[in-house]
């Protein structure tokens, strides 16, 4: 007998059905690391997991959440300033929330759960149901935006055959350094003028004698938090705030999976903090502090972005995911973009008109005219490299 059901922790989930489903490769899709997100508190968000089964065999597992989006989103500071204030007596003017597939944090892909074996055609009834019940849990909870988040390039035909009502519009790409074939910084792989920005920054970290530490037993989300949002407040792409408890939380459920890189000056005033992930051959930057005191802060993200690498290579990994902001240092260190998308739906035939016709303007096409590090040959590999692990890359001026 089918029996669908709606869980609003996972804590009422079986670590072994989650298992069965997810498997145990992926940190964002590990039990763990969910648990961490809910335990954390998120402000205004609600999680809501479907669960699919079949005689007591659990067979999908989909994760969503709730939240709500302000409607008027403008750079004007005394608008945002009135919009606090009228929000305090109305919590919800000019907002209104969205039901989301997916975690609310980014780079969370393959999130819907179903079991691998099944045949096809039970796939596809599977996902028609979930489809009935998101949109009738929607309705439920007053969510007028249906959101499908984070859906790659190599995914999106899979998604939009699966949810054709759906209006798919392009998000911020993630960017990816691969890992391939002997040490990057042999630097052969490169373009001259890279080589010599890349020499050029390795000159500037031992003039200003920069130390960098490792630490993957304490758990020193304190200081990294006061330096990351210093670094969130500054970002002109925002997407769900983080508390400190978040990072607590991240790093008690992970343990060394979850490690921090800091970087002190030379007076030894800690001025830059990374968060990484180890997930199975992928190393993940996953969040970024900076002291914006500091003199030089593009040779700090730039110093950043050339230890990671190094702390990849020295683990193994195949790839490692840099994430979706500050493209332009990234692409002259050597990493290549990945096109993103997100779909987005409603109960409302107002709001889906809107989705239809207006949506553009708020995703509109990423472009990317900045030519890749590499040579000629060598972005070839890389990208034949990047396709067979599922990532399509995007062309740019350097493929064409």
């Not at 869980?7 to 964002?28: A, C, P, Q």
């Not at 691998?116 to 007053?142: D, F, M």
């Not at 030089?296 to 950043?304: E, M, Q, R, T, V």
């Amino acid at each position: 007998m089918l029996t669908i059901e709606w869980k609003n922790s996972i804590g009422l989930i079986e670590k072994d059905d989650w298992v069965n489903i997810y498997g145990d490769e992926d940190i964002y899709n590990s039990y763990e690391f969910h648990k961490a997100i809910e335990e954390a508190r998120l402000k205004d968000v609600r999680h809501h997991y479907l669960c699919v089964s079949e005689d007591d065999e659990v067979l999908a597992i989909i994760p969503s959440f709730t939240y709500s989006i302000s409607l008027l989103e403008t750079d004007f500071v005394w608008i945002n300033k009135s919009l606090d204030w009228i929000r305090k007596l109305y919590s919800r003017f000019l907002s209104t929330r969205i039901f989301c597939l997916g975690i609310p944090l980014t780079n969370n892909k393959d999130y819907i759960g179903i079991r691998r074996n099944l045949p096809e055609c039970q796939k596809a009834w599977i996902i028609s149901r979930i489809k009935e019940e998101v949109v009738a849990k929607s309705k439920a909870l007053r969510c007028k935006i249906l959101l499908l988040k984070d859906v790659t390039r190599s995914r999106l035909d899979y998604m939009q055959k699966s949810f054709m009502e759906y209006q798919f519009f392009e998000s911020p790409p993630n960017a990816y350094f691969p890992l391939i074939s002997g040490s990057f910084f042999s630097l052969s792989k490169l373009k001259s003028k890279q080589r010599n920005r890349i020499k050029g920054i390795q000159r500037s970290i031992v003039d200003e004698k920069l130390d960098f530490r490792l630490e993957f037993d304490r758990d020193l989300s304190g200081d990294f938090y006061a330096l990351y949002d210093t670094v969130y407040q500054k970002s002109d792409y925002k997407f769900i705030p983080l508390k400190e408890e978040f990072f607590h939380a991240i790093k008690a459920k992970l343990g060394e999976n979850c490690f921090f890189l800091q970087i002190f000056d030379k007076d030894g005033v800690l001025r830059c903090m990374v968060l990484f992930l180890d997930s199975n051959d992928t190393l993940i930057t996953k969040y970024i502090g900076l002291d914006y005191e500091y003199t030089d802060c593009a040779l700090l993200y730039n110093a950043y972005i050339l230890k990671s690498i190094e702390i990849a290579e020295s683990r193994n990994k195949k790839l490692l995911l840099l994430g979706q902001t500050a493209y332009h240092p990234k692409i002259s260190s050597g990493a290549v973009l990945e096109r993103m998308y997100v779909g987005l739906n409603s109960t409302s035939f107002l709001y889906r008109y809107l989705i239809k016709y207006f949506m553009k303007m708020r995703y509109p096409p990423f472009e990317i005219s900045q030519k890749y590090a590499y040579k000629e040959k060598e972005l070839r590999d890389v990208v034949e490299f990047m396709d067979s692990i599922g990532v399509d890359v995007i062309e740019n001026a350097g493929q064409s």
